[in-house]
């Protein structure tokens, strides 16, 4: 599951840049027009804020949360429908 890739790959890094902020982007493959990946990656990046929110305790204000649509789901010109796409990205992002 998505959240135990979270757990084990990025809650200690967020933990250990606790002054960052973290930049949590949603994205989806190019299946479907944009009016339906838009708020569909928004939701994806904003359910993995929650998450983190929930079970770590992180501050809300911490995250910039962003929907992307499928305007990743881009590889040499082509558009690609697959499940790479469907993923989200994080950034830490120092201020």
């Not at 994205?27 to 009016?35: L, Q, V």
């Not at 990046?45 to 992307?68: M, S, W």
Request: charged letters at 30%; a neutral charge.
């Amino acid at each position: 599951m998505l959240f135990r890739s979270i757990d084990r790959e990025f809650v200690n890094i967020a933990k250990t840049f606790a002054s960052a902020r973290i930049r949590i982007e949603g994205n989806t493959d190019a299946t479907g027009s944009n009016s339906i990946n838009k708020p569909l990656s928004q939701k994806r990046a904003q359910a993995v804020a929650n998450y983190l929110i929930k079970e770590y305790r992180f501050d809300p204000n911490r995250f910039i949360v962003v929907g992307n649509g499928s305007s990743k789901a881009v590889e040499d010109g082509v558009a690609g429908e697959s499940e790479f796409y469907r993923r989200t990205d994080f950034e830490l992002v120092e201020e």
